[in-house]
């Protein structure tokens, strides 16, 4: 069966840099792009991208009304482009991130030669460090780019071609705002569902979106690993280890960033992404912090390791 490819990106007030991605999906043979705007700036950024790709109709822009963050913004993506393509393959990829010639070509190859696979991914440059299969550690939250015991391999969803129609249902689990979806991802499909081509094919600039040591970013990290571990316990003692695991190192990741950044900020946060993770509402200035040019980057994150 020949399989339409079309591109996807998330877009959050980022105009420049989605423009440059999206010519790189055009340019390595994509039959169309969807661009799902999650800007929730009064259609300001929709319009420009639409007025940037005016002169072809490959290009559709999408404005949510709200931003629905990454994992429900490429679920509600990927809902919208199978109901018109049904059969389609979907190339998912930051906006802060350009494909490298022959990218598309070889992610195909990948996917038609392991047919129980969801998703291919590449190796990708992330802002000089080469990344392909990632690590993260049940217990203790680390997150490698070598195995440990116990770690879960995952693929970074900063680039997946993914082929929809070989896991119905929801990809992204949309309790994950941002962070930590692809991680949830990997521990879910388990490595038999995904496919590394270890090719260099992406080249990601990363820390584009929410900024390092920023409020957004740091609380967001936080609740994604406690998220995580509810996620991830097979049962209330295995949850309780894995609550134990955490408690010892996340304390410790953030007096090392408190340190390295000369900012209170990620101690602060780890406080505050607790409670999201517990469903408790907190009052922070997120989008104030995620406007900074927030590209829904993975460079030092759970998409591609800290």
């Known amino acids: 069966m020949t399989h339409s490819l079309i591109g996807l990106t998330?877009?959050?007030?980022?105009v420049p840099r989605?423009?440059?991605?999206?010519?790189?999906?055009?340019?390595?043979?994509?039959?169309?792009?969807?661009?799902?705007?999650?800007?929730?700036?009064?259609?300001?950024?929709?319009?420009?991208?639409?007025?940037?790709?005016?002169?072809?109709?490959?290009?559709l822009i999408h404005e949510s009304p709200t931003n629905l963050g990454f994992a429900t913004g490429v679920n509600r993506a990927l809902t919208l482009i199978t109901e018109?393509?049904?059969?389609?393959?979907?190339?998912?990829?930051?906006?802060?991130?350009?494909?490298?010639?022959?990218?598309l070509v070889a992610l195909r190859q990948a996917l038609e030669t392991h047919p129980h696979a969801v998703l291919a991914y590449p190796t990708i440059d992330h802002g000089g460090r080469?990344?392909?299969?990632?690590?993260?550690?049940?217990v203790l939250g680390l997150i490698t780019t070598r195995p440990l015991p116990g770690s879960i391999p995952y693929a970074?969803?900063?680039?997946?071609?993914?082929?929809?129609?070989?896991?119905?249902g929801l990809l992204y689990d949309e309790d994950f705002f941002m962070y930590g979806e692809d991680t949830e991802l990997g521990w879910r499909l388990g490595p038999e569902r995904?496919?590394?081509?270890?090719?260099?094919?992406?080249?990601h600039e990363g820390s584009a979106s929410s900024g390092m040591a920023t409020d957004f970013y740091e609380t967001r990290m936080a609740e994604c690993h406690w998220r995580l571990t509810k996620k991830l316990a097979k049962n209330r003692i295995d949850l309780a280890l894995l609550y134990l695991g955490r408690l010892l190192t996340l304390p410790l990741r953030a007096l090392i960033r408190t340190l390295r950044?000369?900012?209170?900020?990620?101690?602060?946060?780890?406080?505050?992404g607790w409670r999201l993770a517990h469903g408790q509402a907190i009052h922070a200035p997120f989008a104030a912090e995620a406007t900074r040019s927030k590209?829904?980057?993975h460079m030092g994150t759970m998409r591609s390791g800290e």
């Not at 998330?10 to 980022?14: A, E, P, Q, T, V």
């Not at 080469?130 to 049940?138: D, E, N, S």
Request: proline share 6%.
């Open 10 to 14: 998330l877009n959050y007030r980022d």
């Open 18 to 59: 989605t423009q440059r991605c999206v010519k790189s999906l055009l340019a390595e043979g994509v039959e169309q792009v969807l661009v799902w705007d999650n800007s929730e700036d009064n259609g300001t950024s929709a319009a420009a991208l639409r007025q940037a790709f005016a002169h072809t109709q490959k290009v």
């Open 84 to 103: 018109q393509t049904p059969n389609a393959w979907v190339l998912l990829i930051n906006n802060d991130a350009v494909l490298l010639p022959g990218a």
């Open 130 to 138: 080469l990344i392909g299969t990632a690590y993260y550690h049940r």
């Open 156 to 168: 970074s969803g900063c680039c997946q071609l993914i082929a929809p129609a070989r896991y119905p």
């Open 194 to 203: 995904m496919v590394h081509v270890p090719q260099l094919l992406v080249d």
């Open 261 to 272: 950044y000369r900012s209170p900020i990620p101690l602060k946060a780890l406080a505050k």
């Open 295 to 297: 590209s829904l980057s």
